[in-house]
T-cell receptor, first 114, second 112 residues
Framework: DAGVTQSPTHLIKTRGQQVTLRCSPK?????VSWYQQALGQGPQFIFQ???????QRGNFPDRFSGHQFPNYSSELNVNALLLGDSALYLC?????????????FGSGTRLTVV | GESVGLHLPTLSVQEGDNSIINCAYS??????FIWYKQESGKGPQFIID?????DKRQGQRVTVLLNKTVKHLSLQIAATQPGDSAVYFC???????????FGTGTKLQVIP
């Protein structure tokens, strides 16, 4: 049973460009959350998708947007990249249930903005 | 893989000793707490969780203690092994299927 799959694993972009990161959730999971982890920091919540809609959002600008597809996979888009967007981007999937906090994380996409 | 522990507090323990990692959480409304382990180049991995109606929970070689009065969480690892070397994060959540908020991590170094 595959866990959470993220692609690509590493990416280098130039300041001002746009980037799309992809995530396939663990089988049986219907909710995808995205986190940004700067070097030496804990993961910071970006947003969460369920039923193809953004359900919650953290303190990130509108340059960060996302999408969830009918098969529950998800994309994270970042426009007008800044040097400060360099980080590890983590996708976590879960099953939406009031009593369930069970996140499964992928290994992340390392984004470097130059 | 990249290092996730460059600026984190570090706990060094001898192999075979017990480790205690502490965490102060921020939201008094949080009703669920989780400990994650993150190895270099990997995403966080679930270790153990505890709900706010409990003050202790035990797993295999790990115990989590919760003190709601002072908003403090700890992770105890018994007989620490080299494979336990990683960065450990506490995280908190409110109300189920909500976002999980991570605390600052602690880097655990096991000395052989």
């Amino acid at each position: 049973d595959a866990g959470v799959t993220q692609s690509p694993t590493h990416l280098i972009k130039t300041r001002g460009q746009q980037v799309t990161l992809r995530c396939s959730p663990k089988s049986g999971h219907d909710t995808v959350s995205w986190y940004q982890q700067a070097l030496g920091q804990g993961p910071q919540f970006i947003f969460q998708y369920y039923e193809e809609e953004e359900r919650q959002r953290g303190n990130f600008p509108d340059r960060f947007s996302g999408h969830q597809f009918p098969n529950y996979s998800s994309e994270l888009n970042v426009n007008a990249l800044l040097l400060g967007d360099s980080a590890l981007y983590l996708c976590a999937s879960s099953l939406r249930d009031r009593n369930n906090y069970g996140y499964t994380f992928g290994s992340g996409t390392r984004l470097t903005v130059v | 893989g990249e290092s996730v522990g460059l600026h984190l507090p570090t706990l060094s323990v001898q192999e075979g000793d017990n480790s205690i990692i502490n965490c102060a959480y921020s939201n008094s409304a949080s009703d669920y707490f989780i400990w994650y382990k993150q190895e270099s180049g990997k995403g966080p991995q679930f270790i153990i969780d505890i709900r706010s109606n409990m003050d202790k929970r035990q797993g295999q070689r790990v115990t989590v203690l919760l003190n709601k009065t002072v908003k403090h969480l700890s992770l105890q690892i018994a007989a620490t092994q080299p494979g336990d070397s990683a960065v450990y994060f506490c995280a908190e959540g409110v109300g189920g299927y909500q976002k999980v908020t991570f605390g600052t991590g602690t880097k655990l170094q096991v000395i052989p």
